[in-house]
């Protein structure tokens, strides 16, 4: 009896080391919305402009460096990789608005008042982003 009960034991701590892995697993893998302190990529004068326009009208729900807040996702993500969100879905995110359908955030409204330069930049910027934190 002994026997058995510090075998499910040992079973349950190799359980929970699963269970602990599986939940940090980086946020590259798709399913994270939040990335705690993603790296900044070097700043050039595109990139700072692209910053500034990103800091304006994304961070509040995309987060400080698009790491993501419980308004919206992170774009460290496997789903915005260019190769699934290419740089058109940005300007028809910002134009036009986007339904929810990856996350539980909700819909995204409309960016009144944006231009096709600031948002040329803001991708520039999350490019950037998503290459310094290993994305592509
Ligand atoms: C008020 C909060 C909010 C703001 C501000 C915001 N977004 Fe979003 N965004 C969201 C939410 C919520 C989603 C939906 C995510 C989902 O479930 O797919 C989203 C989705 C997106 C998507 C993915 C669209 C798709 O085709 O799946 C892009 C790209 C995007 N946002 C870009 C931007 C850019 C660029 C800005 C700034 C110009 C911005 N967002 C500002 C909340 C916001």
């Not at 190799?14 to 705690?36: C, H, N, Q, R």
């Not at 699934?84 to 910002?94: I, K, S, W």
């Amino acid at each position: 009896m002994k026997s058995i009960s510090k075998r499910l034991s040992v079973m349950g701590a190799a359980l929970g080391l699963a269970g602990i892995l599986v939940l940090t697993a980086p946020a590259i893998g798709g399913s994270k919305a939040i990335y705690d302190d993603p790296i900044e990529p070097q700043p050039t004068p595109k990139l700072n402009l692209g910053k500034m326009n990103y800091d304006a009208f994304c961070a509040s729900c995309h987060g400080k460096t698009a790491g993501g807040t419980d308004k919206g996702p992170t774009f460290i993500s496997r789903i915005y990789h260019p190769g699934h969100h290419g740089d058109g879905a940005f300007y028809l995110a910002a134009k036009r608005g986007a339904l929810a359908h990856h996350w539980p955030f909700g819909n995204m409204k409309p960016i009144a008042g944006i231009t096709d330069q600031q948002i040329a930049s803001i991708v520039a910027y999350v490019r950037a982003v998503q290459k310094a934190n290993g994305l592509f």
